[in-house]
Nanobody
């Protein structure tokens, strides 16, 4: 079985920083691209940032460009989201989503999600 676990959320004042982690564990053969999403109350889940398997390519939603940085440590099966200059509108539950293979012969499966971590930014 494969698990994705997010951590690092919390309550922070506007202008502050948080670093989220998304750790994969279990029967994993390979981890491909990983994305961070967020969902605020009453709003649809939105893509925040993504990173390719090698880490060579990153992408961000316009609202976080220049403030958030996604990175990964493939040796530890972990992806990070460094969030700086946080704003109240960043308040949401943050989820990670990964594409993974559980064996050499299996297909890529992009339906792995963590349970989410709450980020609350006070004004």
């Amino acid at each position: 079985q494969v698990h994705l676990v997010e951590s690092g959320g919390g309550l922070v004042q506007a202008g502050g920083s948080l670093r989220l982690s998304c750790a994969a564990s279990g029967s994993i053969f390979s981890i491909g691209g990983v994305e961070w999403y967020r969902q605020a109350p009453g709003k649809q889940r939105e893509l925040v940032a993504g990173i390719t398997s090698s880490g060579s390519t990153n992408y961000y939603v316009d609202s976080v460009k220049g403030r958030f940085t996604i990175s990964r440590d493939n040796a530890k099966n972990t992806v990070f989201l460094q969030m700086n200059s946080l704003k109240p509108e960043d308040t949401a539950v943050y989820y990670c989503n990964a594409a993974m293979k559980v064996s050499r012969s299996s297909e890529w499966n992009s339906d792995f999600w963590g349970q989410g971590t709450q980020v609350t930014v006070s004004s």
